[in-house]
């Protein structure tokens, strides 16, 4: 049972380590796992799971940019690197909005929210969000290319739609900020990368909360099943950051669209009749 356990971990850690960073939801798809593979682990456990495993997936973003946001430079003393450090700031700004949202009402929004009816919709109504502001970027050029050029404005307004996904499971939380970027005219690399530090004190924030309200009495297969999927997760990221770095490269959003498009449509063909039958 406990072997069992373990390989549920890892798959659960593969599912967040492709799913963190792709535009698609991480903890929509989670939730929708647990439909499927059920971890045999208490509710508390479990919700806390959900929000720390993504610690793995962050660290992949702080070991692949570190040259990129590290703001200390030590050469001959201590030196501070100034557009990294203006950087943090406005990471800072844009995460405000969701903060203090957590922080406020985590509980009451995770009991409104946390169901696949709100998963599935927002993974329709941001898919198709996707193809529209995709198709319209056609004949746009961006105006932002690197994330020196985001303004502190521009950092509050992704911050705000770092918001929407914090409090709609099924948004992406990835989805929702680089959708907010390219309306303000920022390029996907740009986007995705601004994204990806984001996540930085997002995750961080979050996994801190979350293991201070569970607290730190762990059974020993408790821990064994975190720091599986936590490390399953970081592993899995490295691959996936790299490759979709790649792609956006070279290629729109709109395939992450009508994937989340058809996701939706088969979450709520699923599960609708089973609470009709209920």
């Given at each position: 049972?406990?072997?069992?356990e373990?390989?549920k971990?890892?798959?659960?850690?593969?599912v967040?380590?492709?799913?963190?960073w792709?535009?698609?939801?991480?903890?929509g798809?989670?939730?929708?796992l647990?439909k499927?593979v059920k971890?045999?682990?208490?509710?508390?456990?479990?919700e806390m799971?959900?929000?720390?495993i993504q610690l793995?997936?962050?660290?992949?973003?702080?070991?692949?940019f570190?040259n990129k946001?590290?703001?200390?430079?030590?050469e001959?003393?201590?030196?501070?690197?100034?557009?990294?450090?203006?950087?943090?700031?406005k990471?800072?700004v844009?995460?405000?909005?969701?903060?203090v949202?957590?922080i406020?009402?985590?509980?009451e929004?995770n009991?409104l929210?946390?169901?696949?009816?709100?998963v599935?919709?927002?993974?329709?109504?941001?898919?198709?969000?996707f193809?529209?502001?995709?198709n319209?970027?056609?004949?746009q050029k961006?105006?932002?290319?690197?994330i020196?050029g985001i303004t502190?404005?521009?950092?509050l307004?992704?911050g705000v739609?770092?918001?929407?996904a914090a409090?709609?499971?099924?948004?992406?939380?990835?989805?929702?900020t680089?959708?907010?970027?390219?309306?303000?005219g920022?390029?996907?690399?740009?986007?995705?990368?601004?994204?990806?530090?984001l996540?930085?004190?997002?995750?961080?924030g979050?996994s801190?909360?979350k293991?201070?309200?569970f607290?730190?009495?762990?059974?020993?297969?408790?821990?064994?099943i975190?720091?599986?999927?936590m490390?399953v997760?970081?592993?899995?990221?490295?691959?996936?950051i790299?490759f979709?770095?790649g792609?956006?490269?070279?290629?729109d959003?709109?395939?992450f669209?009508?994937?989340?498009?058809?996701l939706?449509?088969?979450?709520?063909l699923y599960?609708?009749p089973?609470?009709?039958?209920?």
């Open positions: 049972m406990d072997f069992l373990i390989l971990a890892i798959l659960y850690g593969i967040e380590g492709v799913t963190e792709l535009p698609v939801s991480s903890t798809h989670m939730i929708l647990d499927f971890l045999n682990v208490s509710p508390e456990f479990w799971f959900l929000v720390v793995g997936a962050i660290l992949a973003v702080v070991v692949l570190w946001i590290f703001p200390f430079r030590f001959k003393g201590v030196h501070i690197d100034k557009p990294k450090f203006i950087m943090w700031f990471i800072l844009a995460s405000i909005p969701a903060g949202v957590g406020l009402w985590d509980d929004l009991a929210f946390y169901n696949y009816v709100t599935a919709i927002m993974l329709i109504l941001v898919g198709v969000l193809i529209l502001i995709e319209y970027n056609k004949k961006p105006r932002v290319n690197s020196s502190y404005r521009a950092a307004v992704i739609f770092q918001l929407i409090v709609f499971p099924g948004t992406s939380r990835s989805g929702a680089i959708i907010g970027a390219l309306l303000l920022i390029s996907r690399v740009t986007a995705a990368e601004f994204t990806f530090f996540a930085i004190p997002a995750m961080f979050g801190a909360i293991l201070l309200k607290g730190f009495d762990f059974t020993g297969m408790e821990i064994a975190l720091l599986v999927g490390v997760a970081f592993v899995v990221s490295v691959l996936v790299r979709l770095m792609y956006i490269k070279k290629h959003f709109k395939v669209g009508w994937y989340r498009i058809v939706g449509i088969v979450v709520l599960f609708l089973q609470s009709l039958a209920a």
